[in-house]
């Protein structure tokens, strides 16, 4: 085999809000088909190709919780590299910081997330988090997001 063959690269780029409503987080808990089933994450996926990143977290947060939401701020861009499924990933991650608009709170049926909840910091900070939560949790706590 290749050294080529050997080392399949994949990059990815993703949108993912940062919802923050009375003082609590929205996170999401994962599936089996993500790899990491039963750890909890920011709501957001994958930017279609040719999709702009501001309309993938619109999307992909109302795909996953039912809520329609606007843009406040691109808070951070995320990148980490890492191994998954036995090729390596490199995760670009962009996290906004968006506002609850409207819908109601629902949970993605057979997708990548099964359960949305609201938590507050201490309450998520006890949870399975995946590296992105963990990093968004430490922006919630530097830039003061949630008193």
């Known amino acids: 085999m290749s050294e080529t063959a050997?080392?399949?690269?994949t990059q990815r780029l993703a949108a993912y809000g940062l919802v923050i409503n009375e003082g609590?987080?929205?996170?999401c808990r994962l599936t089996a088909l993500t790899g990491s089933v039963g750890m909890w994450t920011l709501p957001g996926g994958k930017?279609?190709?040719?999709?702009?990143?501001?309309?993938?977290?619109?999307?992909e947060v109302f795909e996953e919780t039912g809520l329609k939401v606007s843009i406040k701020s691109l808070v951070t861009v995320n990148s980490e590299l890492f191994h998954f499924s036995g090729n390596r990933m490199h995760a670009v991650r962009l996290i906004y910081k968006v506002q609850v608009e409207g819908g109601t709170?629902?949970?993605?049926?057979?997708?990548?997330?099964?359960?949305?909840?609201?938590?507050?910091?201490?309450?998520?900070?006890?949870?399975?988090l995946?590296?992105?939560?963990?990093?968004?949790?430490?922006?919630v706590k530097e830039q003061g997001l949630i008193s």
């Not at 099964?114 to 949870?127: G, I, M, S």
Request: aromatic letters at 8%; charged letters at 35%.
């Open 130 to 139: 995946v590296s992105l939560s963990k990093a968004a949790m430490r922006i």
């Open 6 to 9: 050997a080392k399949l690269e």
């Open 47 to 59: 930017v279609e190709f040719g999709e702009h990143p501001d309309h993938a977290v619109v999307r």
């Open 105 to 128: 709170l629902s949970y993605e049926k057979d997708g990548t997330t099964d359960l949305c909840e609201w938590f507050t910091p201490e309450e998520a900070r006890k949870l399975p």
């Open 24 to 27: 609590k987080i929205l996170l």
